[in-house]
């Protein structure tokens, strides 16, 4: 059935277009729609697709296909509005987007997607979430804005705001930056993070730095941290600290920099070591702190400090559960009021 009219027309049945919309798109690809049921606008440039199960609408231009309950191209803008059930695959880089509703920018080949979006990157083992996905599949980029979750292999990452740039397995969240992998929970204010295969190989933290190990019992906290997961190696740096909290009491240690070997369960403590406990405290030029053994080895002057008292050792060892403090090795020192 063929109806004409001033306002448009109208196809009822299977209806498929192919060399039209190629002119309409001014692009290199053809752009073919299907639908069930569709309606021309032909003084506003705009068509209507409608169907259901038999033809569900459908634009497909090169390997990217958008499908939804109903969808609004409009030639002027050379964009195709999506609502209900919305689908958007690209086969050729494995990603598949579902969504409430979304736009598809024919020129820009740009998707943009909103009311519950989710996207499935089948190469990189990664799934997305968040309240607006933007990706552009030619260039393999995504942008995330607002409750943003990005799950991989062995971790969950949300944040404010995210951008993954597929060719570079890279990802850069912003705002209130969270990973998660295990019992390790890092914050952050921003974070840049390398993968392959949805695992993570690298990561960078920056700004109010925090890294909460629920198993190891300590808090570390500061400006910077790396991560690199080849060489099992985390380094904090900007005024980094470790906090112990447990029934004993609460200390804190302060250094230059912590590097961590996670394969040897240490951490090397650097330059102007302290550790405060209360009103006492330690100081030394480096320690070592064994977290399997929960004790940490202060050597390089070490010296204790307890209100007017002061004791000098070759070597001080801190335990972390108790809470206290051995002395090794020749020393001296001197007791308060004497």
Not at 223 to 237: F, K, M, V
Not at 238 to 251: L, R, V, Y
């Amino acid at each position: 059935m063929r109806r004409f009219s001033s306002k448009g027309i109208l196809w009822g049945g299977l209806f498929v277009v192919v060399a039209l919309f190629a002119q309409m798109s001014q692009s290199s690809e053809p752009i073919q729609i299907t639908a069930e049921r569709s309606v021309f606008q032909w003084e506003i440039q705009r068509l209507v697709l409608e169907g259901k199960m038999k033809q569900v609408p459908t634009i497909q231009q090169g390997t990217s296909v958008l499908k939804a309950d109903t969808i609004v191209y409009e030639d002027q803008k050379k964009v195709g509005y999506a609502f209900g059930n919305v689908s958007f695959q690209d086969a050729q880089r494995g990603a598949v987007l579902l969504a409430g509703e979304g736009t598809y920018d024919t020129r820009k080949r740009e998707v943009t997607a909103t009311k519950t979006p989710r996207l499935y990157l089948k190469k990189d083992n990664v799934e997305v979430t968040g309240n607006v996905i933007r990706f552009l599949p030619e260039k393999n980029d995504m942008f995330v804005y607002r409750n943003v979750k990005i799950k991989g292999k062995g971790y969950l990452l949300q944040g404010d705001q995210a951008q993954l740039y597929q060719s570079a397995n890279r990802l850069f969240v912003q705002g209130n930056a969270s990973l998660e992998q295990e019992d390790t929970t890092i914050l952050s204010r921003t974070m840049q993070v390398f993968y392959g295969k949805g695992k993570i190989s690298s990561y960078t933290a920056l700004d109010d730095v925090s890294v909460t190990e629920k198993k190891k019992g300590y808090v570390i906290t500061g400006g910077r941290l790396d991560y690199y997961e080849e060489l099992a190696y985390t380094r904090i740096t900007k005024d980094p600290q470790i906090h112990f909290t447990n029934e004993s009491g609460a200390a804190k240690v302060f250094c230059l920099v912590i590097d961590m070997y996670q394969n040897e369960d240490r951490a090397n403590l650097l330059g102007n070591v302290h550790i405060i406990k209360g009103n006492q405290r330690v100081t030394a030029r480096w320690g070592q702190y064994y977290i399997k053994q929960k004790r940490i080895v202060l050597t390089g002057n070490p010296v204790l400090e307890d209100g007017n008292s002061r004791f000098e050792a070759t070597v001080m060892i801190f335990d972390v559960d108790k809470q206290e403090l051995v002395l090794e090795g020749r020393g001296r020192g001197r007791l308060s009021g004497q």
